[in-house]
């Protein structure tokens, strides 16, 4: 694997440059030159201010129900420890591309939500889901914001740089996390990867549980979201209809895609009683260009 562009971490230091390969080795390296690590709770950020401003996101009225739930969600975050430099590159992101720290937010707040339902077992840890939801789009402050900001779909270079934005996140959260870049960084390089071996980077099949629900949760918030390449977002209807069809071919986690569908219905149903049309409920908005390359 290797990356279009020379990888400065936010203290200037050069990383990788765009003819390495970048392997384990080079990894642990990277790895091994962290200094010491200090250590910030969100609760003394002002994104615990904004973690609280996501939930009010008309779009998640009803998936952000009950209330009992979101102050737990809350008091969960308030205990999150973050690396400074982690830290600096959120508050980068939230000044120069908002709907993106946006994005980081919800996906980290929906995905604990997800986590702590009781259906689940505590198969998942909230703690390292939301640390890692936190940190899952990291690797975009290094996409030059004229591919971020285009409103037409993406040419064919221009695609293959943003899909390095994985791959940027999982380096830097190595140099930021030192030896303890395992708890940070899975769903930041495996977030577009897909069970059926379509995504990137690496077209793995075999994904982290953790990152499963960071990837269902990311291409939800993507798509009822307005984004610069599509002034209209998916209706809820619409954008679960799709997560569905990628479920039924299996790339994205059933499970997960079901139980977020039971999270957006007022009355909660459980998943074994979870019924679910066959027939397409909507349609996705006129205009719209998510996945697409232009044209030669």
């Known amino acids: 694997m290797r990356l279009i562009y020379d990888l400065h971490a936010i203290d200037k230091t050069m990383l990788i440059n765009s003819k390495q390969k970048i392997n384990k080795l080079i990894l642990n390296k990277i790895a091994q030159t962290t200094k010491k690590i200090n250590y910030i709770k969100i609760a003394d950020t002002v994104i615990l201010n904004d973690i609280k401003i996501a939930f009010k996101d008309p779009s998640y009225a009803v998936i952000f129900s009950p ?6 969600i809350i008091n969960l975050m308030k205990k999150l420890l973050m690396p400074k430099p982690i830290i600096s590159e959120l508050k980068i992101i939230k000044k120069t591309m908002p709907y993106t720290y946006r994005h980081i937010l919800v996906t980290a707040i929906l ?3 997800i986590s702590l339902d009781k259906q689940l077992k505590g198969k998942y ?7 890692l939801g936190i940190v899952h789009d990291i690797g975009k402050s290094r996409i030059p914001p004229k591919i971020l900001q285009k409103s037409t779909p993406l040419t064919e270079t221009e695609h293959e740089i943003l899909k390095t934005h994985a791959l940027i996140g999982y380096v830097l959260l190595h140099y930021y996390c030192g030896k303890k870049h395992a708890l ?3 769903a930041s390089f495996e977030h577009h990867e897909r069970l059926d071996g379509s995504g990137y980077p690496r077209q793995a099949k075999k994904i982290n549980k953790y990152s499963q629900v960071i990837a269902v949760v990311d291409v ?3 798509l009822i979201a307005i984004r610069p390449y599509r002034k209209t977002a998916f209706s809820l209807r619409a954008a679960l209809d799709l997560l569905l069809e990628n479920a039924e071919q299996k790339r994205l986690n059933k499970s997960i895609v079901h139980l977020l569908i039971s999270l957006a219905r007022q009355t909660k149903p459980n998943l074994k009683k979870l019924r679910i049309s066959q027939i397409q409920r909507d349609t996705p908005p006129p205009n719209n260009v998510y996945g697409k390359i232009a044209k030669k």
């Open 67 to 72: 209330e009992i739930i979101n102050k737990k």
């Open 125 to 131: 840890d909230p703690i390292r889901i939301a640390r």
């Open 220 to 222: 939800f918030d993507a």
């Open 184 to 186: 940070y960084d899975c």
């Open 111 to 113: 995905a604990t939500k």
